[in-house]
């Protein structure tokens, strides 16, 4: 088993005691679904893009409303780079699989932090002239993230968030070396608790 999953796996696991004193009657309350959009940073070698745009929706579970598991899918939009003769770009998309933990430390006013697997698919590719190549690279990392927020209602959330995104390209061991970066993302949300 790969450790990234092995992380996400043991760090589930760890959280599972709070199952077991969340209220049964009020079980449902605390499923919930998040979406945000907002901007990414790319930082890759020679390359720097932050003009692409992040979207990230995410479904989970808190139990006792503080602390639980999501899965999620991001969009970390497109990293570019122009010289007079050659565009190249990286495009990740990612699943991600983790903890996640909310806490309301003033009347309404809330923060969050969440963390975990990821497994990403990255297409990336060159054009030069007329001619285009590219290919796709599957690979694991991890994501990690925090916000603050304010809940308007009992099931609505509005909060400014900030994410890493650990991503990798190309293949450990092949010809070409596998390539790392961190994709960060600056965001908006709104979150609707069931």
Avoid: C
Wanted: aromatic content about 14%; overall charge positive.
């Amino acid at each position: 088993m790969h450790k990234p999953l092995l992380a996400a796996v043991l760090a589930v696991a760890a959280v599972s005691p709070f199952a077991a004193k969340a209220d049964e009657s009020n079980q449902l309350d605390n499923f919930f679904v998040a979406g945000n959009l907002g901007q990414s940073n790319y930082r890759i070698g020679g390359i720097s893009d932050k003009s692409d745009v992040f979207q990230n929706v995410r479904f989970g579970w808190r139990w006792n409303g503080l602390v639980g598991a999501e899965v999620g899918y991001a969009y970390l939009g497109q990293a570019k780079n122009t010289t007079d003769f050659a565009t190249a770009y990286a495009k990740p998309r990612v699943a991600q699989l983790g903890v996640t933990a909310k806490y309301n430390f003033y009347n309404n006013w809330y923060v969050t932090g969440h963390g975990g697997y990821l497994r990403s698919r990255t297409t990336a590719g060159v054009t030069v002239g007329d001619v285009s190549a590219s290919q796709r690279s599957w690979n694991n990392g991890w994501y990690a993230g925090a916000g603050v927020g304010y809940d308007v209602t009992k099931n609505v959330s509005l909060a400014l968030n900030y994410d890493n995104y650990h991503v990798k390209y190309g293949r450990a061991g092949a010809s070409e070396s596998q390539v790392n970066t961190n994709v960060a993302a600056y965001s908006a949300s709104v979150e609707y608790r069931f």
